[in-house]
């Protein structure tokens, strides 16, 4: 059984999430992955931990592990003519460069697109910017957290006239990285067609209007803006959390069927009325449905209303903490966690969000050290030992290569 | 110059979110989405919208229209033994086949993998579920929402000390619909080396999880449960929200560098002081750096900030509205919206998060009609008009063609 990308080289200059993560996912397809680090390593390694905890990881950082798995790791000083040489080289031999520098970095550096399409015309050439490369923001940095405030996410996040918040996870880099594969995966596949490479842009921008595309469209339609709304949402009622005795549980009835199962399973007398019967009904009486529907689940435990409500098929689901999530019993049961051996502990490592049928799950490689693969990858350009301790006396390694050994 | 799908057809069984988004992805890069949907239509037609409105917009909810352009509609009844025979015609001759139904239901309708592998060898199956196809919670129902709970998303999202709320959009569903396209891309790629097709699975369970692995890593790691954090994170400090005279923007100056020009740039006196000089002791002095950095923003315009800020390069955004993030002078110059022709009026969408060098967008048909282009369908499938009315009168269509037409 070979892997889907088994055969596919891609040289990754990218850093800290969506590159990375977009890069995990074609190394999870069988894609070999040379990430190209600066001699001082991808940030990403040394992100959001404190020395403490960095020492004890072995130097790397969890959100590092989660994200880099099935990777080799080159530590290359692209500034020097002797690096900038050995990545020229790889170029050659690659199908796919991913980056996320800020737009005219790559050029500055040569390594821009038309520069190595000209070395290798069948390459594909990914580009991850922060707001594109046109238009009056394309100079700007930016990150997750700034997309989301430029994309509106955050202006629909939070609770009722309070303050909004950020969504919780780095969703703009992540939805990002699923673009990058997926355009990459289609320019592949052009060039069996044509036998051409091509160069495949996506950005924190795209990435994060297309999550709010519903939104953006609403208000294009007529100019609703919408706001936050706590944990429920404009389209249905009940769709939101409720409180239980020991936390909290979502319960979704959107349609009319669904509202009658919950409104017998919870409480026919105070629920099944004509008010809240149907769609439109159910949403001009929110505030009187959410507080006849609290004041049922206040008295019961979550459990007792998961299982409740799953007998009668209507939506229901804990609010779980990170930890009760990372544990659950289902994530396991459809494969979605896997062992990683990271130094010497076994740490776990979620899988790429798509399974086949005919392909197996790739078992991870644990994230690589810095510059740890840089012999073995100058060896299959067929230098040998005496041209890589020249490499390393020019500079091209920023003296890193020594301390990897 | 053709598109990257040109001459691949996919049926859509699939209704209201996830599975709509990811052909929509595919149509745009050219496929012939087919979308079969029940004499009732897509719910997602009539999704969150007040009579009024969704009969001022012609039957079809912002919703529908933001996820629905490039496919055309077959109303058939799958339970119906004229309207099954239809479907399966249509299935030997598909690429792919896309559903998002419950566990189970598939195979109930005699649509399962086995069953149309058989007819059809090089068939794709996409099948995106809620909790995937096996474990304890495989046979539940559930939403973005439920997910959002599940996964713990809602369990980091919110002000720190109160009660948790959703993503505000519907982010493991549409972060799902790209791990649909990415799956069936993976998947047309090994239909290129092998001929063979296969079954692709995905899940809101996986599409949450993976926006959750970096969480999830770090609680595998050392049992860490972040909490929700208003607008901040847990990474680095300064990256959260500041108020300003007229709003507020979001500062993101994680590495000592940025902060040193931030400091410069915003008050050396209160801020370039050695508490706040590194990572770590930032982190530390989070509460005390917080609170001068508000002092100084909150005597500021947003847009003075965002000059001011961008003339240092250090990261910042203005807290946009739905409405001002929509109609961003930065989305347009990167071509992020594309008119749709809906009816007598022109609505904007929002394009595919991807963009190529050598493919141009495609510019979108509008979301089909129930049931509009099933004559033509059934014609290229070589049914002449006798033949479509005996489908017709054995309740193929239940009753639905007649008013298409």
Request: aromatic share 6%; charged share 20%; proline share 5%.
């Amino acid at each position: 059984m070979t892997n889907i990308l088994d055969g596919v080289r891609v040289l990754d200059f990218s850093r800290v999430f969506a590159g990375p993560a977009a890069t995990q996912v074609l190394g999870d397809m069988g894609a070999d992955i040379i990430k190209i680090e600066p001699p001082t390593g991808d940030e990403a390694r040394y992100y959001g931990v404190s020395k403490d905890k960095l020492a004890e990881m072995g130097g790397v950082s969890p959100s590092f592990v989660a994200l880099n798995r099935n990777k080799r790791s080159v530590a290359l000083d692209l500034r020097n003519a002797a690096g900038k040489e050995i990545a020229q080289k790889l170029v050659e031999k690659a199908d796919i460069v991913v980056h996320n520098f800020r737009p005219g970095v790559m050029e500055r550096l040569g390594f821009g697109y038309e520069t190595l399409s000209a070395l290798n015309p069948r390459l594909i050439y990914s580009e991850f910017s922060a707001y594109g490369t046109t238009g009056p923001m394309a100079g700007m940095g930016a990150n997750d957290l700034a997309l989301q405030a430029h994309s509106g996410l955050i202006s629909i996040t939070g609770e009722p006239g309070r303050p909004p918040v950020r969504c919780g996870t780095a969703i703009v880099d992540l939805h990002g990285s699923l673009a990058i594969v997926a355009g990459i995966l289609g320019a592949l596949l052009y060039r069996e067609k044509t036998g051409e490479g091509q160069r495949v842009e996506s950005s924190l921008m795209l990435s994060s209007a297309h999550l709010m595309s519903y939104f953006y469209t609403e208000y294009w339609v007529d100019g609703t803006v919408r706001e936050p709304m706590g944990t429920a949402n404009h389209l249905s009622v009940p769709n939101q959390a409720f409180p239980a005795k020991d936390g909290e549980v979502v319960i979704i009835a959107s349609t009319d069927e669904m509202w009658q199962r919950f409104a017998g399973a919870m409480g026919p007398e105070q629920l099944d009325i004509p008010e809240f019967s149907q769609v439109f009904s159910r949403r001009t009486n929110r505030v009187a449905l959410i507080e006849a529907v609290s004041a049922i689940t206040r008295q019961m435990s979550c459990a007792e209303i998961v299982e409740k409500l799953s007998a009668v098929k209507v939506v229901v689901a804990k609010v779980n903490s990170v930890g009760e999530a990372a544990d659950s019993a289902q994530l396991q049961a459809v494969g979605g966690k896997i062992m990683l051996q990271v130094q010497d502990r076994q740490i776990p490592s979620v899988v790429s969000p798509f399974q086949y049928s005919a392909v197996d799950i790739n078992q991870g490689t644990p994230p690589p050290g810095l510059g740890e693969h840089t012999n073995d990858i100058l060896q299959e350009l067929g230098l040998d030992a005496e041209q890589i301790d020249d490499l390393q006396n020019s500079g091209a390694f920023g003296g890193l290569r020594a301390a990897a050994e």
